[in-house]
């Protein structure tokens, strides 16, 4: 793992990335809903090719930032960059196309297509075929078709998912679901893929291994991993830059050793210290 | 012979059904919308069919061809002006406004071809075919119309089963907005619908006004429900079950006409639609949605 070191703006990255322009910066990120504010003064800064990691306890607007990111909640304050580029009024489909792509925290695969069609949805935007051509299957379909064929299998085969292209996805085992999510995602061809909850109800050898393909997807695509997980293991482990949230805001960023000594962490994980001492005394 | 000579024309008439109906069940299954204008659609396409044969002169088979982009045109049109904004609003609020468009397009055409019939003269240049002596005889028109739905429920099944199109028009029509983080436009997803079965639309209105040559404002309406009654009769939603409902309902219709009473025809026609909902309300090849608990 690298050491983290600071832009001259102050935000830490990876050293790698660091004569890199930023994939993801977001300053002063808000939305409010009514007069709620979900999600205020959100600034984060990931690095080309960082694994960065989101916590916090539930409710503090992690999947909320999610949704700002990739548009499906216009925010009501602040500015995203994405590899440098506004995303501001750009639709959820256009910020994809931009280069950011997700999975859910609830499994939301189009579960009566087939394996190899989920990730063909992905690459629609990487295939060239035109109405004509797809109506009378003519006219460069087969080729089209089988670049995205052979273009789907191997990113299938790379999660070691090739022998169940042609299976239902909604048939899926779980675990496996959770990683065809994240294998159409990546079809999409993106510099920043966002994990929602990826270990979610996985076992210890699922998350290891999951673990290991977050690494891999780092070191192979050299693109950017950001998650929201609860698991902290696997965030300590392989994220370098951990930003904590609590009730909408950031209270903490920075790297594993830091956020696991950062006293406003273990009061929004534990509690308040002093609430824990006069339960004690009394 | 009389019983083949009704199956044919059954079989006929239920194509055209059917090819209304398959504009129905594909823009419910990827908008998960009614739309009600579709039958209307069908009586502008006739009539543009119509006035270019007879006042342009124009051959029949174009005149389907600009019946059929004046339609897609206009079904865009539509979804764009009357449904997009309404995207995230209730679906009660999407039906009525469908149900006003309906309105909107037949009162239109009062206004512009009045209300004085047109006699439609058929597009299809062959003459009825005469078997075992005159016995039976198979009019032109309920051949080209069962080809021409063969061939377009071919075309479709390609188109959305397989290529680039179909399967976003799939996965929109599975989960809108994971569709849309993957990168698909959604909107156009949907105006592509809308200009598919608005085409199809266009084609039905020639063959029903071919078959059934009295053209008013009024014309698409009744074969606009029928046929939204093949698509929920064949599981709406589903592209083979809009062809198998409207085909059905169209031998029912038939039947009902020359074995027990015209007049009861639609009656009883309906009344079979409610005892295949009461035993199987997905329709007959419908998917029973599983809700996950």
Same mark, same amino acid.
Request: glycine share 10%; charged share 15%; hydrophobic share 45%.
């Given at each position: 793992?690298?050491?983290?070191?600071?832009?001259?703006?102050?935000?830490?990255?990876?050293?790698?990335?660091?004569?890199?322009?930023?994939?993801?910066?977001?300053?002063?990120?808000?939305?409010?809903?009514?007069?709620?504010?979900?999600?205020?003064?959100?600034?984060?800064?990931?690095?080309?090719?960082?694994?960065?990691?989101?916590?916090?306890?539930?409710?503090?607007?992690?999947?909320?930032?999610?949704?700002?990111?990739?548009?499906?909640?216009?925010?009501?304050?602040?500015?995203?960059?994405?590899? &440098?580029?506004?995303?501001?009024?750009?639709?959820?489909?256009?910020? @994809?196309?931009?280069? +950011?792509?997700? =999975? $859910? !925290?609830?499994?939301?695969?189009?579960?009566?297509?087939?394996?190899?069609?989920?990730?063909?949805?992905?690459?629609?935007?990487?295939?060239?075929?035109?109405?004509?051509?797809?109506?009378?299957?003519?006219?460069?379909?087969?080729?089209?078709?089988?670049?995205?064929?052979?273009?789907?299998?191997?990113?299938?085969?790379?999660?070691?998912?090739?022998?169940?292209?042609?299976?239902?996805?909604?048939?899926?085992?779980?675990?496996?679901?959770?990683?065809?999510?994240?294998?159409?995602?990546?079809?999409?061809?993106?510099?920043?893929?966002?994990?929602?909850?990826?270990?979610? &109800?996985?076992?210890?050898?699922?998350?290891?291994?999951?673990?290991? @393909?977050?690494?891999? +997807?780092?070191? =192979? $695509? !050299?693109?950017?991993?950001?998650?929201?997980?609860?698991?902290?293991?696997?965030?300590?482990?392989?994220?370098?830059?951990?930003?904590?949230?609590?009730?909408?805001?950031?209270?903490?960023?920075?790297?594993?050793?830091?956020?696991?000594?950062?006293?406003?962490?273990?009061?929004?994980?534990?509690?308040?210290?002093?609430?824990?001492?006069?339960?004690?005394?009394? | 012979?009389?019983?083949?000579?009704?199956?044919?024309?059954?079989?006929?008439?239920?194509?055209?059904?059917?090819?209304?109906?398959?504009?129905?069940?594909?823009?419910?299954?990827?908008?998960?919308?009614?739309?009600?204008?579709?039958?209307?659609?069908?009586?502008?396409?006739?009539?543009?069919?119509?006035?270019?044969?007879?006042?342009?002169?124009?051959?029949?088979?174009?005149?389907?061809?600009?019946?059929?982009?004046?339609?897609?045109?206009?079904?865009?049109?539509?979804?764009?002006?009357?449904?997009?904004?309404?995207?995230?609003?209730?679906?009660?609020?999407?039906?009525?406004?469908?149900?006003?468009?309906?309105?909107?397009?037949?009162?239109?055409?009062?206004?512009?071809?009045?209300?004085?019939?047109?006699?439609?003269?058929?597009?299809?240049?062959?003459?009825?075919?005469?078997?075992?002596?005159?016995?039976?005889?198979?009019?032109?028109?309920?051949?080209?119309?069962?080809?021409?739905?063969?061939?377009?429920?071919?075309?479709?099944?390609?188109?959305?089963?397989?290529?680039?199109?179909?399967?976003?028009?799939?996965?929109?029509?599975?989960?809108?907005?994971?569709?849309?983080?993957?990168?698909?436009?959604?909107?156009?997803?949907?105006?592509?619908?809308?200009?598919?079965?608005?085409?199809?639309?266009?084609?039905?209105?020639?063959?029903?006004?071919?078959?059934?040559?009295?053209?008013?404002?009024?014309?698409?309406?009744?074969?606009?429900?029928?046929?939204?009654?093949?698509?929920?009769?064949?599981?709406?939603?589903?592209?083979?079950?809009?062809?198998?409902?409207?085909?059905?309902?169209?031998?029912?219709?038939?039947?009902?006409?020359?074995?027990?009473?015209?007049?009861?025809?639609?009656?009883?026609?309906?009344?079979?639609?409610?005892?295949?909902?009461?035993?199987?309300?997905?329709?007959?090849?419908?998917?029973?949605?599983?809700?996950?608990?």
């Amino acid at each position: 793992m690298d050491k983290m070191v600071p832009y001259p703006s102050g935000a830490i990255v990876p050293e790698r990335d660091l004569n890199k322009k930023p994939i993801l910066e977001t300053h002063h990120l808000g939305i409010d809903f009514g007069g709620l504010t979900a999600v205020d003064e959100f600034s984060l800064t990931v690095g080309r090719t960082e694994i960065c990691g989101l916590i916090g306890p539930n409710g503090a607007g992690k999947t909320t930032v999610f949704n700002m990111l990739t548009n499906v909640y216009q925010p009501t304050r602040g500015t995203i960059l994405l590899d &440098g580029k506004p995303t501001a009024g750009k639709t959820t489909a256009q910020v @994809n196309r931009m280069g +950011i792509a997700r =999975t $859910f !925290q609830n499994i939301r695969l189009f579960s009566n297509m087939s394996v190899l069609d989920n990730v063909k949805v992905g690459l629609h935007n990487s295939i060239k075929e035109g109405f004509i051509s797809s109506v009378t299957h003519l006219f460069g379909y087969r080729k089209a078709e089988k670049t995205s064929t052979e273009r789907a299998l191997e990113l299938l085969d790379f999660f070691s998912m090739a022998d169940l292209a042609k299976v239902q996805a909604g048939s899926l085992p779980y675990g496996a679901q959770r990683r065809l999510e994240i294998v159409r995602a990546l079809a999409t061809n993106p510099g920043i893929i966002l994990l929602d909850e990826p270990a979610a &109800g996985m076992n210890p050898s699922e998350t290891s291994e999951l673990m290991e @393909n977050i690494r891999r +997807i780092r070191d =192979t $695509f !050299q693109i950017s991993v950001m998650l929201i997980e609860h698991d902290m293991n696997l965030v300590m482990n392989i994220c370098e830059g951990i930003c904590v949230l609590d009730h909408g805001k950031i209270i903490a960023k920075g790297t594993p050793d830091e956020i696991k000594s950062n006293p406003a962490v273990i009061e929004a994980y534990l509690g308040k210290k002093k609430e824990a001492e006069d339960n004690a005394e009394s | 012979m009389t019983l083949i000579s009704n199956l044919i024309n059954g079989i006929s008439l239920g194509s055209v059904y059917a090819i209304i109906a398959l504009g129905y069940t594909m823009v419910y299954g990827i908008a998960k919308m009614l739309n009600f204008a579709h039958g209307d659609v069908i009586m502008v396409g006739a009539y543009i069919s119509y006035l270019s044969t007879t006042a342009l002169n124009v051959p029949p088979l174009l005149s389907v061809l600009i019946a059929m982009v004046v339609c897609t045109v206009l079904g865009v049109v539509i979804e764009g002006l009357a449904y997009r904004p309404l995207r995230k609003a209730s679906s009660l609020a999407v039906l009525i406004t469908a149900i006003g468009v309906s309105y909107f397009l037949q009162n239109a055409a009062l206004l512009i071809w009045g209300s004085a019939p047109k006699s439609f003269s058929s597009i299809v240049p062959f003459d009825s075919i005469s078997l075992f002596g005159g016995d039976l005889i198979i009019t032109s028109e309920a051949i080209v119309t069962v080809i021409t739905c063969i061939v377009i429920m071919i075309l479709l099944n390609l188109f959305t089963k397989k290529g680039k199109m179909g399967k976003a028009m799939r996965a929109v029509s599975e989960d809108k907005d994971a569709a849309q983080l993957m990168g698909i436009n959604t909107n156009f997803t949907i105006s592509m619908t809308f200009a598919i079965g608005s085409a199809l639309a266009a084609v039905a209105g020639v063959l029903l006004c071919s078959a059934y040559p009295t053209l008013t404002p009024t014309t698409g309406s009744m074969p606009g429900i029928k046929a939204f009654t093949a698509a929920v009769f064949g599981g709406i939603g589903s592209i083979p079950g809009a062809m198998l409902g409207g085909i059905l309902l169209g031998v029912i219709e038939i039947f009902a006409t020359s074995y027990i009473s015209s007049q009861l025809s639609d009656a009883i026609l309906f009344a079979i639609l409610i005892i295949v909902l009461l035993v199987k309300p997905t329709g007959l090849l419908g998917k029973a949605v599983k809700e996950k608990v």
